[in-house]
Each structure stands twice: as structure tokens, then as C-alpha cells.
């Protein structure tokens, strides 16, 4: 059974950062593109940034959401099993709870997600 734990979020003024974490369990994190996502209120869940490795070249792809481009970084711990999203300029836009989960393929069970709310 796969359970993803996310965690990291918190109130922040505009221009601050945080740092989100999401560990797996049940899956290797290694083995699949992972990806964060969120959803605001009265929004639909969307797609923030994804990340994937190529084992051969040992090299990673990620993939951003215009709207976070060159603020977000998505990066990976596969010893730790472990997926985190590294937000900085946060803008009152980017308030919603984060989840992460595959991308690509049928996801697994959504977490508990993390709230972010930026407000000054």
C-alpha cells in the first residue's frame, strides 16, 4: 500500500520561502516521476512541478508549471525516499495545500496534502 506523507507547509509573508517534503512509502520514489501538485480553494488540483531521474545518464528532468517557474524547485532524496518542492518569492496566488504523488499513470491515494498560505 503506498502512502505518501507530506509536510512543510505554513503561513509565510509574500516574498518568504518554504520548503515542503513529501516521504513514500510503499513504492521507491526512484522508480516513478514524482510530482507535486495543488489545489486551491474552489480551484481544481493542478499540476505544480514534476521530476523524474534518468538512472542511465544520472541526470534528473523536471518540469514546471508557468506560473512557478523560476520561483519553485523540485528535487529528490532517493535514499531518503523522499520528494521536495523548495518555494521561494511565494505569492498570496500560490496559497492552496500541496500534495505530491506520481505523474503520469494512474496515481496513488492522495495524502493529507500540506497547507501553504502566503499573506501578509
Known amino acids: 500500500q503506498v502512502q505518501l506523507e507530506e509536510s512543510g507547509g505554513g503561513v509565510v509573508q509574500p516574498g518568504g520561502s518554504l520548503r515542503l517534503s513529501c516521504t513514500a512509502s510503499?513504492?521507491?520514489?526512484?522508480?516513478?516521476?514524482m510530482a507535486w501538485y495543488r489545489q486551491a480553494p474552489g480551484k481544481e488540483r493542478e499540476l505544480v512541478a514534476g521530476i523524474t531521474t534518468n538512472s542511465f545518464a544520472n541526470f534528473e528532468l523536471a518540469n514546471y508549471a508557468d506560473s512557478v517557474k523560476d520561483r519553485f524547485i523540485i528535487s529528490r532524496d532517493d535514499a531518503k525516499n523522499t520528494v521536495y518542492l523548495q518555494m521561494n518569492s511565494l505569492k498570496p496566488e500560490d496559497t492552496a495545500v500541496y500534495y505530491c504523488n506520481r505523474q503520469g499513470g494512474q496515481t496513488w491515494s492522495w495524502g493529507q496534502g500540506t497547507q501553504v498560505t502566503v499573506s501578509s
Open positions: 510503499g513504492i521507491r520514489v526512484s522508480l516513478y516521476v
